[in-house]
């Protein structure tokens, strides 16, 4: 009796295990999963750690519903209320593309992309600031997608927009000083341009500088370099970010609102940044 009692336990277990994998194919995607999610959150952390002035918080795991990553971002880097969903599909994208020092694709990653579709799982992203909070869900399919096209088949203009907007967003507070009339950052032709409009000269920071132009460089490599090194060992990606989206170039511009010719300088991404 407590042989038959036993058998039929066995197969209920033994049902509701297979059961619990039919979604992902009657194979072993979900444990695989687990393990790629383990690697890659392990790798991730590692980073996260090494960029405390960038992240406040950090986490990856595997649950019922998704695979979960969830980051808090610190304000010093840039306005979390301004990020769309654009521009944080293509860093996933880039991400996705990033090559090994043997120079192929990440294997956990693909790995992992090839099993969240085999078990019909998402990619959940949930960023915070403060009281600010970013969400964005890719399933399966749509991860393929970003890791399959080529970058340069992506939305890269309207995502490059963005960026430029987050830059706006740390650059206004260095670069609009006492007696600037106007201020602007945006994306424009392979390049980030921050434009700020001061009535004249005199009333600029180069007002007693006699030659501006190595001046202002050295205003931009200072305050750029400043704000970069807040995102540590993430650093390295936001520079291929933003070369992968085509931005070649950092541009500090002045304009005087008396038609006075004023100075424009450059930084390169992949070379000064």
Known sequence: MRKTIFKKLCAIVLTMTTLSFAACTGDNALMNLGTDVDIISQSLDSVAKGSPKALNSFSMKLTDEAVKL???????VFDLSLLEPALAEFAIAS???ALTP?????????DMINNLAKCELPL???????????DQTLDGARLKTLFK???TNLNRTTAASNAAQLTGSWAEKVFKT????????AYSTNRIVITVTYPNAAASPLKDVANPTPAL?????DAAEAHYSLYGELRGAVTTLMMDLGVKELRLTYKYADGKPAPSVRLEWGKDL
């Open 217 to 221: 460089k050295g205003i931009l490599a």
């Open 124 to 134: 959940s992203v949930s960023l915070t600031q403060g009281a600010t909070k970013f």
């Open 149 to 151: 096209e080529s970058l």
């Open 178 to 185: 006492e007696g600037a009339s106007d201020f602007e950052c």
């Open 102 to 110: 043997d120079g192929n694709r990440n294997a956990e990653v693909a």
């Open 70 to 76: 969830e980051a808090g971002i610190d304000p010093g």
């Open 95 to 97: 991400y996705e593309h």
